[in-house]
């Protein structure tokens, strides 16, 4: 494994070739270009801040209460931009060898750098909505820590990325032996999203009488959870994630990138001859 990282490493020019290319790529002929990484997310943050802030009053779960800084706007905002990172790259991940079939039989170059950079064109634009986050934080007096900033974030960012690696990794060889990947990928996204507590506070469901413990266990063994807790702890210190969660999100991107990878490398002289 350390001579293909070192191979990896030593092809990074041609992984922020093809980062430059697809980013060139999706702005192409648009008239609104960068501007739409910064409207689609507004959108959406104002979709689902009526939807459950206003209809359904979900910032009284607020870690902190409906007044800590920020409010309930902040805390969706700093779910909701991650889990674009994380939804776009799981969406492409079936794609990610499929896409470059051609270049992946021509070009002598260690495979693993088409799933990389696949990941990484999806941060990049996760990066590109941080203005919206920061504009947020300004008008609605967000407040951090040197514990959130150089604590939780980077430690946020790191296990999302190790998890989200795996799983393109996982996804994209299995994809091309059997096609029913890319339809499990979208039922997939969508439970995601509303198991892993990014628009709503997880204390609300954990808080809830009626539902058994084992359920409570098995919601915060989901690794994601505990990932975007992480991301909202920045801004919301009351709601870091408890041992259960912060160890599920840590053992399981360790484990997804593992068998990711594992996967990745035994089938690839299949996905070659398929390709």
Not at 93 to 112: G, Y
Request: hydrophobic letters at 55%.
């Amino acid at each position: 494994m350390a001579s293909r990282a070192l191979a990896v490493w030593q092809n990074r020019q041609v992984v922020s070739l093809l980062v430059s290319r697809d980013l060139k790529v999706k702005y192409q002929k648009s008239f609104l270009g960068y501007a739409w990484s910064l409207l689609e997310p507004l959108a959406m943050a104002g979709v689902y801040y009526f939807v459950f802030g206003v209809v359904l009053n979900t910032d009284r779960g607020t870690p902190g209460g409906p007044d800590w800084p920020g409010g309930f706007a902040l805390f969706l905002l700093s779910g909701l931009l991650p889990w674009l990172w994380f939804s776009s790259a799981l969406g492409e991940s079936p794609k990610a060898l499929l896409s470059h079939s051609k270049l992946i039989t021509t070009m002598q170059v260690p495979r693993e750098i088409f799933p990389i950079a696949s990941v990484t064109t999806k941060f990049v634009d996760y990066l590109a909505t941080w203005p919206v986050l920061l504009a947020f934080v300004f008008f609605l007096g967000g407040e951090t820590s040197l514990f959130g900033v150089f604590v939780w974030l980077p430690l946020a960012l790191v296990v999302q990325l190790m998890f989200t690696l795996g799983i393109t990794f996982l996804l994209c060889s299995i994809n091309i032996l059997v096609r029913d990947v890319e339809r499990v990928v979208r039922i997939l996204n969508r439970v995601l999203f509303y198991a892993s507590a990014i628009i709503y506070p997880a204390n609300m469901v954990l808080g809830i009488e009626g539902i058994p413990d084992w359920f409570k266990v098995l919601y915060e063994l989901n690794p994601l959870m505990g990932i975007f807790q992480m991301h909202h702890t920045v801004w919301f210190p009351h709601g870091a994630p408890s041992t259960l969660a912060l160890s599920s999100a840590l053992v399981g991107a360790v484990l997804m990138f593992v068998v990711g990878y594992t996967t990745f490398r035994r089938l690839e002289t299949s996905v070659l001859k398929e390709l």
